[in-house]
Each structure stands twice: as C-alpha cells, then as structure tokens.
C-alpha cells in the first residue's frame, strides 16, 4: 500500500468530501494561499477557490460564529483553529452555541461543524502553543471529539466528521503531520466510537490515544523483551467512546493504563480509568494507573518540557511495577 | 449615520390597509401574549422566570413584517416579541414557557431558547451577543450557496459591549454578506444606563466598518418597516450588511422578577414613555384617524386576541410534559439516548 503523510491525508480527506459535497468549505486563518503554517491545506484554494477555502481575519469566535450560523442553516463548515490552543477563545460559540443549539431546540436545529485543531506538545512552542485540550471539550454535552493516531486515522476520521450531522471537534498531532502510514487510494471512513486494538497482549492493557499510540508501541515493544505482553488499544474518538472493546481487553488482561497527553488531572485519562474501575473492578489485579501530561503549563526550555509528557520508557517502567505486583501510585 | 427623523405621520396608503392591520395585531398579539406571560411568572405557575420584550413590539413587528418565511432571525433572551413576530403561535410558545413537551424545544429550551426553524427563526439566546455569529454566518451561507434570503440579527444596546460584534461586523462587511444588525436600544444594559457602559455612538462603531447604518424611532412601526422593506430589499441585492439603531424602552424590569427598580431608572420616565410613545397606542390612533379600522374592530380584534392567548395558556397548563425518557434524547443526531451508549 502506499504510503502518504498525516498532512497529505487530511488534505485528501478534505479535497474528497468537497468534490462530493458542495456544502463543505472551510473557514480559517491562513487556510487559503498559506494552506496553514503547517501546509496542510496547500493546493486546496486552487481547486475550490476562495468561496469554499475562506481567509478569516485574526478572530477565532467571530468565524466560529459564522461557522455555527452557516451550520444551522444547511452548510458544512469546517473551521481551522491553527493552534489547539486557541481553543479558549472559541468556547462560548462551541460550547454555548453549538453543542447545544439540538438539544436546546428540541431536535430541531443540527448543526454540522467540523473544529479542526491540534494538539501536542515537545514542538518547543511554550505554554501558549502546545497543549492538549481534548478533555475540555469532550466535557461539554453535544460535542464529539476525534483523535487520529496517524494519517490512516486522520483521514478515516475527518471524512467521518464531515459527514456527521452534530459538531465534531478533530485533533490532530501537530508533530506527527509530517509521518507516513499506509494510507489507501481506495475510499474508506472510520465509524466514530470503533477502538482499534493495535497490538495484542495478554498481561497488561496500554489504552493510548493520539500521540501517544506510538509511545505506547514503543512500550509495548520494550515490554515483550522482558516478557510482558502489552496490547495496545486506539480508541480513536473519546466521544463516543468503545467501551465495549477497552473493557473486554482489560478483564482479559487485569491491568491497565491509560494514556494521553492532555493533563493529566480531571482529563481524559482519569475518565477512562474511572469507567474501567466501575465497570471491571473486580476483573481488575491492578490499580489503573493514568498517564497524562504533567500537570504544569508546557514549558519552553526542552530540558523542561521532556520532563512534562509520557514517555516510552516511563510507559514501559510503569508496566513493569504493576506487573510486578507494586502498588504504585500515577505520579 | 442616517437617523429617520419622526415625521408628521404618514397618509395611510388603502391598499396596504391589511398590512397595516396585521401590525397593529401582531404588535397587540406580542403584548397580550406577555401579559399572560408576566401572570404565569406572578402566580408561580411558570418555572423559571422571564424577560419581557413589552414596549418594544414596533420594533419586532416592523422588521419582521419585512421578512419572509425563508429569511432568517436570531433573536436574544428577550425574544417572545421577535418570535410572534416571525410567525409561531401562541400554543406551542407556552407550551414551551411551561415546560411541557408540545413546544417548540419539546421543553428543552424554554423562554430564553425558543427557535421556531419552520419560520426561519433560529432562536433566543441566552449569551448576551451570542447569536451575532449565528446570525451573521446564516448570511455567508446564504451568500456561498447563491440563495437571496436576509437574515436579520437582533440584540440589545448592552451586547454592543462584546467583542463579537465588531469581529462578525468586520467580516460581514469584508464579505459584503446579507445581514442586518438590529440593535434594539432600549436605554438599559440590564440593570445599568446604557450611557454607561457605551461610550460614543452605537451606529458609529458600525460606520467603522463602512456598514451603513441608521437610527430610527423603534416606537414607530410604521417607520420601522418602511426602512426594514428597503434594507432588506437592498440587503437580498448583495447591498448588504447594514446597521439599525431602534431606540425603545422596556416597559418591565430586566426580568420579571425585578420590581424594585428605582434605583435605576424612575416611574416618571416609565410613564413618560408608556403615555406618550406607546407604539400600540400609536398605531391604534393613526388607524382609526386614516379610516383603516374602527375602534370597534380594534377592540373586537384585541378581545380576540386575548381570548386566544387565554386559550392557548388554558391549552399549555393542561399539556403533558415531556417523559423522563426524553432527558438524554437530542444531545446528538444521531444518538437516541445519548446516556446510555456503553452503559
């Protein structure tokens, strides 16, 4: 199969759904000529024009906004927000507005709104540019939130996006636009709320999202050479979240962490460890341990910022003691 | 900024006497129905509480009689006035006040969320400025898709203070988008004089953009809708967007629960504007005077008016409300009970 980057399979994910619906455009800073400080809208303008590939001004909640109005009333806007960062700024008209705008009107009004962002940190791009926000959002009722862990995901799950009919939030890894997968030339798209078990394992369960699936490969890898056999689990969207898959796997391996690179207090980790220790305790030989970002702003020396995300080898240390039978606690 | 100076009232033109008949009922139909409003609230029958659009009616009525059913409203959490006059109806609105589950949210929305989609009203928002984006991106999709409706976007003298405004201007004006912000000055940002958290003139923060705008007198239907006809006409030509400033006054307190409000405003000016500038009363002379109506059909048009809104109240506090099952139905499209997935 070929290979292509995280990058070019967005941009064919997005090329492909507007030739086949006229509705779909995107709305953003920098989306157009720029294509992104990432480049990864490049050589769209030149196909759809600027109608359909729209250079907003410096105004995150008034082109959200826009992107809530044209939703509600039959477009489908997908909005660029450069840096996941600038999330905050957008959180009255997404989290007021559209995720609530069905709900609030009794199911009559939808609205169909792609957020793309990202997320990541270890750019060496500071406090303000490098985090992980996934769990803000997937707080909010109303909103459904993607997480590709390479380009196959990422075009899989913003073709998905598109197509659905309430406001997606999509995060990509910006560190990861430039790494190759196999990505088919075929069509394919990734139902939301369908795990991808990306290794199998007996002794532990490694539950890892975006960025940190390939941490936890590594781990996983590092593991088998002790011994231990680590299965890997994507869940690819936390909203809605397969359940059904992340509980099997735990009762049949009895121990688990959960890892994501949000911070880790009150974030994605936690949520997921609180289900499996509602839902299989008693299967469980094990505490579930969280791993999630240190819970500092992202800080810009590297020496510092290494110290802040999970890490294979921490991943893997960390396997090893619950294996071992160590009581350890998710530091 | 062109301001519409109060004119000696116009000839009535007869053959726009059914026009200028169902403004003067639609204006009446918007008081009647927050007068029972105002009694659920007073007699504890309605959860909640509720903001009233009374005194404001010219300036729903004259802008929505410019519209049609394809063109789009967003409306503010004091939205009944835009909402009656966008064309729902008064059962499934109570409906909605009470909760109960034949409104127009099925429950779900109540007072400050009511959207009434079948006549293009995209709904109450309880953010104050917070459908200025909504409103505004209606207009780029409208523009996108090549489709001529209007959307008109009306808001308060006290959202003028948030940032958005002048984000989504900048773009409507950018993109020449078909999109009219009404701002509704009814003098008070809530409990607070607008003079004091405006500084400089309204209409010129929108001239700043190079949006054309106007201030009109909102207790004045009839002016209202002469300029809401040409803008919208103008607006449906790609002239678009514009800025109108309606001054009106509202007649009760920020909500219906503040009574005691002498410390902001005085039962003189309240009275001033209820005696003099009264846009029911207006209308209701200048219909009599011109030989449109009689007082009797005027007043036979008023008791049915009410009749009706006692029937459609009698008709909500019988309804059903919604089952317990509904509580988790509507988060997504998809998803019929959204709580239970996994579970």
Redesign the interface.
Known sequence: MREITLSQAVNEALAEEMRRDP?V?ILGEDVAEAGTPFKVLSGLVQEFGK??VID??I?E???????????????R?VVDIMFGDFLFLIM??LC??AAK??????????VPLVVRTNLGATRRSAAQHSQSLQALVAHI??L?VALPSSAYEAKGLLKTAIR???PVVIFEDKLMYQDKAPVPEEEYLIPF?QANVKREGRDITLIATSSMVQVAMKAAEALASSGISAEVIDPRTIV?????TLLASVKKTSRAIVIDEGHQSYGVTAEIASRLNEKAFYHLDAPVLRMGAMDVPVPFSPVLEDLTVPTPDRVAEAARRLCAGEMIHAA | MTSMKATPEPQADRSNAERYLRMYRQMVRIRTFEEQANQLYLTARMPGLTHMYSGEEAVAVGICEALTDTD?I?STHRGHGHCVAKGAEFRSMFCELLGKAE???????GSM?I?D?SHGN??A?A?VG?????????????K??GQDDV?VCFFGDGATAQ??LY??M??AA?WKLPVIYACENNGYSEYTKTAEIAAGSLTARAEAFGIEAFRVDGQDVLAVNELAERLVARARRGEGPFFIELETYRYHGHHVGDINRDYYRSKEEETLWKTERDPIIRMRAWLVEQGIAAEAEIEAMNAQIRKDAEDAVAYAEAAPYPDPSEVD???????LH?TR??A
Do not use: W
């Open positions: 509705s455009f109608d359909r907003t001004p105004s909640p008034g082109f959200m906004g826009l992107a809530v109005g044209a939703a509600m009333t039959g477009a806007p009255d008209q007021n507005q705008t069905h709900y609030m009107s009794g199911g009559k009004l939808n009722p109303g459904k659905d009919n309430n709320g809605p979240l397969d359940e059904a | 789009r967003t409104g127009y949210c099925r429950g779900k929305g969320h959207a989609q995209l709904g928002n953010i917070g459908s200025m984006g909504i409103a505004t991106g209606s207009a780029l999709r409208a996108l898709f959307t940032g958005l984000e989504v900048n773009m950018l139905m509507h988060v997504f499209t998809d998803v959204a997935i996994g």
